[in-house]
């Protein structure tokens, strides 16, 4: 396959076809990965669409029902992937795949090398970005779950860009087939510290290492390993606060009360100038902003390492 038809095969710049995988977007927190099928149905609370009427239109299109209510068909990006894909493991969400693929520094043309495989979620956006030219190797000792994974890869496009293996990583290391062409190795495992010397073998001179964990101790003794073969050893913590901004009633306060929205204090208090304006004009509600309740806590901690050059 040529790159330029990879490239086109990731970015879903076509009619929607047969067999193809969308995501149903009604509101951004109810999704759904379906695959078209042309005499199927989707069901949901606004009614039955079917799926011949959304065969030809473009990913991204509004399609409707019969009653007029409406559904979006979005293509299966990384991004969307990682919210609606089939826990089978804990995974990596968005803030944590964003700074991964950063401080990898990851681009197209990277052979990049994973352990454990999981639920596949970083492993899609580590294909996006390394197509056209780059490839993932990814390897789980769970077989099942690694074919769970190689379907779902070919359900969103991006199995010519990644390799499932069966291996146990902490066991064995990865396979010396690898040693020296890695421009970047990723670890999601229980003890990470018993996979980094082979990760070392296999990466490329300068290459960087990034291990995943939920627990701090886990952090100290991947680092205690690290201090051999790698250098520039820095661990961070990715917290998320995701913010609803909208259009709401206001209370308005006397000069020194805090502006509330019900009993949730406002993001700020309005200024003397907004305020009159809002008399002159009650029609014109303010926006109002604060964090959602649904943010994301704690996730793992990052920790990235560079090789040593010994030379
Ligand atoms: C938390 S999941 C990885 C999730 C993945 N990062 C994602 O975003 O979907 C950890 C995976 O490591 C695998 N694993 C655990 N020990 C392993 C080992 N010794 N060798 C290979 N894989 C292993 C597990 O089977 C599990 O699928």
Request: hydrophobic share 35%; with cysteine; aromatic share 10%.
């Amino acid at each position: 396959m040529l790159p330029s038809e990879l490239t086109k095969k990731i970015t879903f710049s076509r009619g929607i076809r047969d067999g193809d995988l969308v995501i149903v977007y009604e509101r951004h927190d109810i999704m759904k990965a379906v695959k078209v099928c042309e005499s199927s149905v989707f069901q949901n609370r606004f009614g039955v669409f079917k799926h011949s009427d959304w065969i030809g239109k473009p990913f991204g299109s509004k399609v409707f029902n019969s009653k007029g209510r409406f559904v979006y068909l979005l293509a299966p990006t990384p991004e969307l992937w990682t919210l609606v894909l089939s826990h089978r493991t804990q995974i990596l969400y968005l803030a944590d795949i964003s700074f991964v693929i950063m401080y990898l520094e990851i681009v197209p043309g990277c052979v990049v090398l994973e352990s454990g495989t999981g639920s596949g979620s970083l492993t899609t956006s580590l294909a996006r970005a390394v197509a056209p030219t780059g490839h993932v190797y990814t390897f789980d000792f769970h077989e099942q779950r690694a074919e769970s994974a190689r379907e779902d890869f070919e359900r969103t496009g991006v199995s010519s860009l990644v390799t499932v293996g069966v291996r146990d990583i902490q066991g064995e290391g990865f396979p010396d087939q690898f040693s020296g062409l890695a421009d970047s190795v990723f670890l999601d495992l229980p003890q990470p510290w018993l996979a980094i010397p082979s990760a070392g073998k296999m990466l490329k001179q300068d290459g960087v290492l990034c291990s995943f964990s939920p627990c701090i101790e886990q952090v100290q003794r991947a680092c205690e390993t690290l201090r051999s073969n790698f250098t520039d050893i820095r661990t961070f913590e990715v917290l998320l606060r995701t913010y609803e901004v909208r259009e709401g009633k206001m209370d308005y306060c006397q000069d020194d009360d805090l502006a509330s929205v019900g009993n949730i204090p406002c993001k700020r208090k309005l200024s003397s100038n907004e305020g009159s304006n809002l008399q002159k004009n009650p029609s014109c509600p303010p926006i109002i902003a604060r964090p959602c309740g649904e943010a994301r806590g704690h996730t793992g901690y990052l920790t990235f390492a560079r090789l040593k050059c010994f030379q």
